[in-house]
């Protein structure tokens, strides 16, 4: 029976400019230094896997980490798709759900309503289903809300627990896919490759040791 291992890993720290707003994002920025050796460490600790390819999603913080990653993994193909890029993994009522969750989903327009559920359809179908043939082992460099989405899906959980899973820098989640049995998921953030003063960020300040 053909296996899919699914390695799901967020892209390391962002560096962040003096004077960005807490809790933003600039898209454009890349890794900070310490995002730089999460994503080294990742790769060091990935080198032994027999991956088919490495895919991650446009933004450079995702797009650097999947280079560090691959240096360690010499031979492994990488390719950029916007199927695991950032975006609002799928549309979500806000009625009854904490005002924070509610808080962020009005921060998405129509077009990201839109757009964002479709092309995380397209990366469920993708990703998340048995192979058509041979075992597969696949790594994909994206951002917390894709991750969560897609051990929502593997857990067959309500629509909305795509909310409040919370994914650490460079952490690593895996899911396994049989066309014999439901998806199991194997791991979650594990971060056993970063030592104590790497791990946390990319969490909320009051999850953070």
């Known amino acids: 029976m053909a296996t899919r291992l699914l390695w799901l890993a967020r892209h390391g720290e962002q560096d962040r400019p003096a004077g960005t707003p807490p809790g933003t994002d600039p898209p454009e920025a890349g890794l900070s230094e310490r995002g730089r050796r999460q994503a080294t460490l990742l790769g060091e600790r990935l080198r032994r896997v027999p991956f088919d390819a490495i895919h ?102 309500p629509r909305s627990r795509w909310l409040g899973l919370n994914h650490h820098n ?8 049989r066309a014999d049995t439901p998806p199991t998921l194997i791991a979650f953030n594990d971060v056993a490759h970063l030592p104590a003063d790497l791990r946390g960020t990319g969490l909320p300040p009051e999850y953070r040791s």
């Open 170 to 177: 460079a952490g690593l989640t895996v899911i396994r896919y």
């Open 56 to 157: 991650h999603g446009p933004l450079r913080r995702a797009a650097e980490t999947a280079a560090l990653v691959a240096a360690q993994l010499p031979g492994i193909p990488v390719y950029a798709t916007e199927l695991a890029g950032d975006h609002l993994p799928e549309e979500t009522d806000p009625a009854g759900l904490p005002p924070a969750y509610a808080r962020l989903l009005d921060g998405f327009d129509a077009a990201e309503r839109a757009e964002g559920p479709r092309l995380t359809a397209a990366a469920v179908h993708r990703f998340a289903t048995p192979p058509q043939e041979g075992d597969r082992q696949e790594l994909v460099v994206t951002h917390t809300f894709l991750i969560a989405r897609l051990v929502r899906h593997a857990l067959d959980a």
